[in-house]
């Protein structure tokens, strides 16, 4: 399985939601929390992205809280 990075923030409610199926999906993954990851926040505006958040894979990158995508990960 590809590695799996979700950007987060506090407080960030479609944050904990996707953050939550995915432990009970058990897909493993990599959280960077933007608040305290400075460069990766940078970044993140830097391209476009404007909600969190953001899933990043190896064949695709999206926003917000997805529970299909979530589960196809699973799968």
Do not use: H
């Amino acid at each position: 399985m590809n590695e799996i990075v979700v950007y987060t923030r506090n407080g960030c409610q479609s944050c904990e939601a996707t953050k939550r199926l995915l432990k009970k999906l058990d897909v493993d993954f990599t959280e960077v929390n933007v608040e305290e990851d400075q460069e990766s926040a940078q970044w993140l505006v830097d391209e476009g992205w404007r909600s969190l958040p953001v899933v990043s894979t190896e064949n695709e990158w999206w926003s917000g809280f997805q529970p299909k995508k979530l589960q196809e990960l699973a799968a």
